[in-house]
């Protein structure tokens, strides 16, 4: 299985066009409360189906198969499955070229056409309804003290991008988008120096989200660019308050106390429905092609509460190393 984590652990398994797909979440606290209910918001925060986003809408219903009993975690892995329905493989099994921007060749090359190409496989984005599911047990861990909100702030470049999405929806090309996050009431000094810092541990999680292309914490990359004058961020109380937030509320891979800050860049949807080339694997020669399959013109529209998950899973494990840590 793929997985993650050190004691707030998570595994998936299934691919796109599988009949279900599943997350097992092991380190969950015996005795919390847990219901479908609680899966509801999230789940439809990611659902498609709006503007500018693909017309495969799945119910995503979450099925508990394990780890709850009288609406209570029992302490053993909590196992959620969800099943898919709206696809057509068709589209993906008789291609003879490789998707531009897509994993087909690289994957082609690693498991030697084994891979299940349908989908996309366990490339696609369909896979990251199981890290919303486990980011609301993480939520729920992390308690109301604990908030975090990611929005999208870009698409395509611009802050106001109704006109361009709808450009890109008639002209069948795709946006890309950038999505911030802040995380606030992170008591100071969670991290793990030197391999496991806040920065790595979101980073790691932030990379299992299919088209992320870039992170930044803080001012990210206009650091390089600023005085030290300019960057530090005064301290102004006990409790480590500071004046600006340069730095994103995390110094030395540490939380410092104040609000984390982290962004990310999303690339365009990958597959569009215009006229491309690629290599075609019968013929061995370039050629024009049509990638076919229903699609978002851009997914990062429904990938806010993804952001979320990440930063709350990767939190939970953060904070549960800490806790260890404590007499
Ligand atoms: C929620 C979500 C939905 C996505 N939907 C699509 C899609 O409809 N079409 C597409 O080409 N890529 C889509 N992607 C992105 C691809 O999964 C991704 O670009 C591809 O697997 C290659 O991975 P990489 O971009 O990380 O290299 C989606 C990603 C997410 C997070």
Redesign the pocket.
């Known amino acids: 299985m793929h997985a993650y984590g050190n004691i707030f652990k998570i595994q998936t398994w299934g691919v796109s066009h599988t009949q279900h797909i599943g997350v097992v979440i092991d380190g969950v606290p015996a005795g919390m409360n847990l219901s479908l209910d609680d899966f509801a918001v999230d789940l439809n925060r990611?659902k498609a189906g709006f503007k500018g986003t693909?017309p495969?809408v799945e119910s995503d219903i979450p099925e508990i198969l394990s780890g709850v009993l009288n609406g209570k975690t029992t302490g053993s892995p909590v196992h959620i499955q969800f099943d898919n329905e709206k696809f057509e493989s068709k589209d993906y099994i008789e291609r003879d070229f490789y998707?531009p921007?897509?994993?087909d060749f690289a994957a082609q090359q690693k498991y030697s056409g084994f891979q299940d190409k349908r989908g996309?496989g366990f490339?696609?984005?369909?896979m990251?309804v199981l890290l919303v599911a486990a980011g609301v047990l993480a939520k729920k861990i992390l308690g109301s003290n604990v908030e975090i909100r990611a929005e999208i702030t870009h698409v395509g470049g611009k802050k106001k991008y109704d006109n361009i999405l709808q450009q890109a929806i008639k002209e069948k090309d795709?946006l890309g988008a950038r999505i911030e996050c802040q995380i606030s009431g992170v008591s100071a000094g969670i991290g793990e120096p030197v391999f496991n810092s806040i920065e790595s541990v979101i980073s790691h999680l932030a990379?299992a989200?299919?088209?992320?292309?870039a992170i930044a914490f803080g001012d990210g990359e206009k650091a390089s660019e600023m005085k030290g004058s300019e960057f530090n961020d005064v301290i102004i109380d006990e409790f480590g308050k500071t004046e600006t937030n340069h730095n994103g509320g995390i110094n030395g891979g540490l939380s410092n106390g104040n609000p984390i800050v982290f962004s990310l860049q999303?690339?365009p949807?990958?597959?569009i429905g215009r006229l491309q080339k690629s290599w075609n694997t019968e013929s061995a020669s370039i050629e024009e092609i049509l990638?076919t399959?229903?699609?978002?013109v851009c997914?990062?529209l429904?990938?806010p509460v993804?952001v979320e998950a990440v930063a709350a899973i990767a939190l939970t494990d953060l904070i549960m190393m800490q806790n260890a840590r404590m007499l």
């Open positions: 990611r693909t495969r998707r921007g897509h994993a996309g490339f696609s984005g369909r990251t795709s990379f989200i299919p088209g992320v292309k999303f690339k949807t990958s597959s990638v399959g229903k699609h978002d997914y990062a429904r990938a993804i």
